[in-house]
């Protein structure tokens, strides 16, 4: 299973449809507490919009690190290709693998694919 934490209508389709094309299963949080609930059937990616400003995406990837049923799971997030700085503190919060809008929509089949 697959958690999308995602604000951005457009990206949150984007990976709803490529899901449904491969086959794959995607789940959606927008809230902490939703993602906290999905956490417990220990997807094997979490996606993260690292810019949406209804959570805050750096306390909750610290707090998904943490998470005792989550060592298996890798942590992605995505950002404009512009923001360096939130890209090292996303690193340093324990994102496992940060890419820019464009890649990150580029590679979105073969990334679910990878982590089905």
């Known amino acids: 299973m697959t958690l999308a934490i995602v ?5 949150a389709s984007k990976i709803g449809e490529t899901a449904k094309r491969s086959g794959i299963t995607v789940d ?7 993602v ?8 094997s990616l979490i996606i993260i919009d690292l810019n949406f400003n209804t959570i ?11 998470h005792p049923d989550l060592h298996q799971t890798t942590i992605l997030g995505f950002l404009s290709h512009v923001q360096a700085d939130l890209k090292l503190a996303a ?8 890419f820019p809008r464009s890649a990150f929509s580029q ?5 679910l694919r990878k982590y089905l």
């Open 91 to 98: 690193q340093n919060a324990g994102c496992d693998l940060v």
């Open 107 to 111: 590679n979105l089949p073969d990334i």
């Open 7 to 11: 604000g951005d209508l457009i990206f």
């Open 56 to 66: 805050n995406p750096l306390s909750l990837i610290d707090k998904l690190k943490r």
């Open 36 to 43: 906290m609930d999905f956490a417990a059937r220990q997807p």
């Open 28 to 34: 959606f949080a927008t809230t902490e507490q939703k």
